[in-house]
């Protein structure tokens, strides 16, 4: 694995979003820069955790991203970033084109901001009583390290699955998003018939498609062309009229592509997808709701 290189990421964060709209979550502006080839960043690079001296892991990217939001912010191109929130483009930000940033002038407005949270952290840190990290060294966003967190201990866990156990959480995840699960193709040999499940969705025009399931589990490598081309050929011995391609890593381009030709599409499902899906249809996972107080708590006036 080739070690994470530090770099603003400010550029990749405008693109991203103005790419969504304006408007995204911290979520899906990763997914962004991610799979943007003109981002500066790989999906390795925004994704993959690394370990600590300690033992802990922690995602290196997120340090430059949250710095990188923080500094739109400060120099006035992004609304003031909130727990659980989106973050928004002001117009002035809509207007800013990606490049050359920052100016001169904008590195200016970006030192003195990052001097007043300075200041505030150490009236946090006498308020608190005890050590609290200095924002320049540290700058981890609590809600975003700690939705990364879960979300890399979940592919972890899933990577550690036997090949029989990640085929029945995938055909579970997979009935959860509305497809019923066939009782024969769905769950008897599919792995020697090519494919990982079998099942049929009905949509609300009360169509029934037939739909064929496969799961890969790939630590390190991207699922590439080949592997979606094979699928695609298993598909129809299936009679599947469409499919599902379950992956704890990600997927290549020439992937993407493969899996939109033709006259049958795959949907395909990432790590970051999964765990996503995990959250929201809260598949053997808790929920944790908390609070933190903001700056208002410690500014002095």
Not at 182 to 196: A, N, P, V
């Given at each position: ?7 603003s990421a ?5 693109r ?12 899906a502006?990763?997914?962004s ?8 960043f ?35 191109y ?6 659980m ?11 800013r ?22 200041a505030?952290?150490?009236?946090k ?23 990364d967190s879960w ?5 972890d ?9 990640f ?23 599919s ?30 490598n ?6 979606i081309?094979k ?12 499919g599902?391609f ?10 993407k592509?493969k899996?939109v030709?033709g006259?049958?599409?795959?949907t395909?499902?990432?790590g970051?997808?999964?765990?996503e ?11 944790v ?6 700056d208002?708590?410690f500014?002095?006036?």
């Amino acid at each position: 694995m080739v070690k994470y290189k530090r770099r603003s990421a400010e550029r990749a964060i405008l693109r991203a979003l103005k790419n969504l709209g304006g408007s995204a979550s911290r979520d899906a502006l990763r997914n962004s820069i991610a799979n943007d080839k003109n981002s500066g960043f790989t999906y390795e690079e925004v994704f993959n955790s690394v370990t600590s001296k300690n033992g802990g892991k922690y995602n290196p990217f997120l340090f430059d991203f949250n710095f990188g939001i923080n500094n739109l912010y400060a120099t006035g191109y992004v609304e003031q970033p909130q727990r659980m929130k989106d973050i928004i483009l002001t117009e002035q930000g809509r207007l800013r084109e990606p490049i050359n940033f920052p100016t001169e002038k904008e590195q200016e407005i970006i030192d003195r901001y990052w001097k007043k949270r300075i200041a505030i952290n150490k009236e946090k840190k006498k308020a608190k009583a005890k050590e609290v990290t200095d924002p320049v060294d540290d700058n981890t966003d609590d809600d975003a390290v700690d939705n990364d967190s879960w979300k890399s201990e979940l592919i972890d866990q899933l990577n550690a699955f036997t090949p029989g156990k990640f085929e029945s959480f995938s055909r579970l995840l997979i009935s959860k998003m509305g497809v019923r699960i066939d009782d024969k193709l769905g769950k008897i040999q599919s792995r020697d018939h090519g494919i990982d499940g079998f099942g049929y969705f009905e949509s609300d025009e009360f169509r029934t498609t037939r739909v064929a399931i496969q799961s890969k589990k790939f630590a390190n490598n991207p699922v590439s062309e080949p592997d979606i081309d094979k699928f695609k050929g298993v598909m129809d011995s299936f009679n599947a009229e469409y499919g599902i391609f379950i992956t704890t890593s990600h997927f290549t381009d020439s992937a993407k592509e493969k899996a939109v030709q033709g006259s049958k599409s795959v949907t395909l499902i990432d790590g970051r997808r999964v765990a996503e899906l995990v959250a929201k249809y809260q598949l053997h996972v808790t929920p944790v709701e908390t609070f933190t107080l903001d700056d208002y708590y410690f500014q002095k006036d």
